[in-house]
């Protein structure tokens, strides 16, 4: 399976974007799935996960409030809203996909990962 993330572009601080990913097999429904990013000289973090058994979901601190993650399994795509966006929003961000039911932990095993899509926050 092969995951694509998109949706994203330049943004100024405070504005929105909705990331998006889907899948090239109709499965999203049943894998949980995570968004991390990756900002210049920093390591990759998890930003947000959504699961598949119960739908739980899991935020990074610093995004708590602003980012919303949700699934649509008519469209096999997992979004990523993002409001209240800042600088250090910045980065990198990417799908991923856990044949597990819950999000535990940002180390947990994700087996497949899309291409990434660059998010800018900049006045």
């Known amino acids: 399976v092969q995951l694509q993330a998109s949706g994203g572009g330049l943004v100024q601080p405070g504005g929105s974007l909705r990331l998006s990913c889907t899948a090239s097999?109709?499965?999203?429904?049943?894998?949980?799935v995570a968004w991390f990013r990756q900002a210049p000289g920093k390591e990759r973090e998890g930003v947000s996960c959504i699961g598949s058994s119960d739908s739980s979901t899991m935020y990074l601190d610093s995004v708590k409030g602003r980012f919303t993650i949700s699934r649509d399994n008519a469209k096999n795509t997992v979004y990523l809203q993002m409001n209240s966006l800042k600088p250090e929003d910045t980065a990198v961000y990417y799908c991923?996909?856990?044949?597990?039911?819950?999000?535990?932990?940002?180390?947990?095993?994700?087996?497949?990962w899309g291409q990434g899509t660059l998010v800018t926050v900049s006045s």
């Open positions: 991923a996909l856990g044949l597990f039911g819950t999000c535990s932990s940002w180390s947990a095993p994700y087996s497949e």
């Open positions: 097999e109709h499965m999203l429904n049943l894998v949980t």
